[in-house]
Every structure is written in structure tokens, then in C-alpha cells.
């Protein structure tokens, strides 16, 4: 049975990999310099990287960097400290992170990883086109502080179209439940669709094909 461990990669060959697979995942390749600033943790089965997340816990946070001044200056959430707050970025999985154990091991780890990191603020940004990855944030019922096309500074690459947004650790936390709940509706539609193909494959097995109807 498949076992899943967790591993902090400090290594440049280690996080350069890591950033081509985030790279793979997600289309956007984050630089060395960020990444080596953060702490990055990758998920193995069976020796080979698998999944894995980024969490930057001080400022510059390249979330905040792709958001417009003009909402830096109005929006009262940019008056709080930024030391108060945690960045993940570089969140992937692999399809080797398949069953529910595994994908509760994984999300559990991030989890936990982020609340015991204690600060109270947790940033999250994603693609609008990236529809899985908002409905997991939603669960953690976040502010919504920017939807809209990237600023970017020269030399920076993001999303075409991105959504930036801020929850807390204690929401994370209370609502893990919600997580498990869609972990285990995402196994249960595998299983059915699993269970349909198998009766549909039962049923076309047990009709006769057009080449034995002409020799009957």
C-alpha cells in the first residue's frame, strides 16, 4: 500500500524541482529567490515527489504584489501589519495523492502546518479560471480584497485573470470538516462513475456482437 511522507526541501536541486512541477501543475514558474525564502514542503509515494505547498510566513508576499495600488490605498486590510500574515503558494497534487487516505493525509498536513505557523492572517490567490482551487478556498469563508487582471511589475508572471483574498487561521481550522466533506464527495462521484462503467461494460459484454447474429 502506498505511504505517503512529508519532507522539507531545502536543496537547490530539490526546490528547483519542486518550482518545475508547480510550474507543471499551475503554468506559472515562481522564482528561486521567493521560493528559497520559504518554507516548501513535498509529499512522497514511494520516493518521488508527489504533491507539495510553499508557506512564506514574512513580507514581500507575492499574493499582495499582483494587487492594483489603488486598492492598497483604500482597502483597510493593508493597514495591518504584514508580519501578521501567511502566504501559501506553490500548491499542487499529483494524481499519486488518489485515495482518501492519502488526500486526507496531505490536506491535514497543510492545514495544521499553516495554523501551527500562528499568524493570524492566511493569503490566498488564485486563477478565475482555476474553479477547484476557489471552492476549496471558499470553504475557509475568505475577504475577497482584489478579482481582476494581475498588476505585474516587470519581470513578474501570474494568472491572466487572478482573485486575491484573506481568511484566519481559526477559520481554516473550524472548517476542516468541510474539507473532509468534499474529500470524501469527490471519492464517492470516483466510485460511482467506477461502478457505471463497470455495469456498462457488464451489459455490452452480454450482448451478442453483429458477427454472431449472422452465423445464428
Same mark, same amino acid.
Given at each position: 500500500? *502506498?505511504?505517503?511522507?512529508?519532507?522539507?526541501?531545502?536543496?537547490?536541486?530539490?526546490?528547483?524541482?519542486?518550482?518545475?512541477? /508547480?510550474?507543471?501543475?499551475?503554468?506559472?514558474?515562481?522564482?528561486?529567490?521567493?521560493?528559497?525564502?520559504?518554507?516548501?514542503?513535498?509529499?512522497?509515494?514511494?520516493?518521488?515527489? *508527489?504533491?507539495?505547498?510553499?508557506?512564506?510566513?514574512?513580507?514581500?508576499?507575492? /499574493?499582495?504584489?499582483?494587487?492594483?495600488?489603488?486598492?492598497?490605498?483604500?482597502?483597510?486590510?493593508?493597514?495591518?501589519?504584514?508580519?501578521?500574515?501567511?502566504?501559501?503558494?506553490?500548491?499542487?497534487?499529483?494524481?499519486?495523492?488518489?485515495?482518501?487516505?492519502?488526500?486526507?493525509?496531505?490536506?491535514?498536513?497543510?492545514?495544521?502546518?499553516?495554523?501551527?505557523?500562528?499568524?493570524?492572517?492566511?493569503?490566498?490567490?488564485?486563477?478565475?479560471?482555476?474553479?477547484?482551487?476557489?471552492?476549496?478556498?471558499?470553504?475557509?469563508?475568505?475577504?475577497?480584497?482584489?478579482?481582476?487582471?494581475?498588476?505585474?511589475?516587470?519581470?513578474?508572471?501570474?494568472?491572466?485573470?487572478?482573485?486575491?483574498?484573506? /481568511?484566519?487561521?481559526?477559520?481554516?481550522?473550524?472548517?476542516?470538516?468541510?474539507?473532509?466533506?468534499?474529500?470524501?464527495?469527490?471519492?464517492?462521484?470516483?466510485?460511482?462513475?467506477?461502478?457505471?462503467?463497470?455495469?456498462?461494460?457488464?451489459?455490452?459484454?452480454?450482448?451478442?456482437?453483429?458477427?454472431?447474429?449472422?452465423?445464428?
Amino acid at each position: 500500500m *502506498a505511504k505517503i511522507t512529508f519532507d522539507t526541501l531545502v536543496e537547490d536541486q530539490e526546490i528547483d524541482k519542486f518550482l518545475s512541477m /508547480t510550474e507543471h501543475h499551475s503554468g506559472v514558474r515562481l522564482p528561486m529567490a521567493y521560493a528559497k525564502n520559504a518554507k516548501i514542503v513535498g509529499a512522497y509515494i514511494n520516493g518521488h515527489l *508527489a504533491a507539495g505547498y510553499m508557506l512564506v510566513t514574512k513580507p514581500d508576499f507575492r /499574493t499582495l504584489m499582483f494587487v492594483p495600488d489603488r486598492i492598497k490605498r483604500t482597502d483597510p486590510f493593508f493597514k495591518k501589519s504584514s508580519y501578521e500574515m501567511l502566504e501559501v503558494n506553490g500548491l499542487w497534487v499529483g494524481p499519486a495523492i488518489k485515495t482518501p487516505k492519502l488526500q486526507l493525509r496531505f490536506w491535514s498536513a497543510l492545514i495544521f502546518d499553516i495554523f501551527f505557523a500562528r499568524k493570524k492572517y492566511l493569503l490566498l490567490m488564485s486563477s478565475l479560471k482555476n474553479k477547484p482551487i476557489q471552492k476549496l478556498h471558499n470553504m475557509a469563508n475568505p475577504a475577497v480584497l482584489y478579482e481582476g487582471a494581475p498588476y505585474l511589475a516587470s519581470g513578474q508572471s501570474s494568472h491572466s485573470e487572478i482573485r486575491v483574498s484573506y /481568511t484566519t487561521r481559526w477559520k481554516l481550522l473550524l472548517n476542516f470538516p468541510r474539507y473532509l466533506g468534499e474529500i470524501n464527495s469527490r471519492n464517492q462521484r470516483i466510485r460511482d462513475a467506477r461502478k457505471a462503467k463497470q455495469a456498462q461494460a457488464m451489459l455490452d459484454s452480454q450482448v451478442p456482437h453483429s458477427s454472431t447474429l449472422s452465423r445464428a
